[in-house]
Nanobody, 123 residues
Framework: QVQLVESGGGLVQAGDSLRLSCAAS????????MAWFRQAPGKEREFVVS????????NYADSVKGRFTISRDVAKNTVYLQMNSLKPEDTADYYC????????????????WGQGTQVTVSS
């Protein structure tokens, strides 16, 4: 089993940057696909981005394309989400998820989840 712990959330102003981290333990990190989802109050969980096991292939939601970048460091068992040009609509709880081979947008296909980290973007 793999455990995921997110960190790096906080309060920032629109246009600022923030980097989220997701540390994995208890599993072989390199064998999992990784993804980020976010959920605003009262809304469904929304796919943000995913990365393949190799790190070569990525899949971004249109809402963050060109602003967010996902990366993974196998040596550190960590996946990152670099968020630039943040907007108030990016405000949400951000969750790290791990899959087996899946890199799509369906949250149900990711069996492992972190506890979330809160990101608030003010105008």
């Amino acid at each position: 089993q793999v455990q995921l712990v997110e960190s790096g959330g906080g309060l920032v102003q629109a246009g600022d940057s923030l980097r989220l981290s997701c540390a994995a333990s208890g599993g072989t990190f390199g064998t999992y696909t990784m993804a980020w989802f976010r959920q605003a109050p009262g809304k469904e969980r929304e796919f943000v981005v995913s990365i393949s096991r190799s790190g070569v292939n990525t899949n971004y939601a249109d809402s963050v394309k060109g602003r967010f970048t996902i990366s993974r460091d196998v040596a550190k068992n960590t996946v990152y989400l670099q968020m630039n040009s943040l907007k108030p609509e990016d405000t949400a709880d951000y969750y790290c998820a791990a899959g087996l081979i899946y890199t799509g947008s369906d949250s149900h296909k990711y069996p492992y989840w972190g506890q979330g980290t809160q990101v608030t973007v003010s105008s």
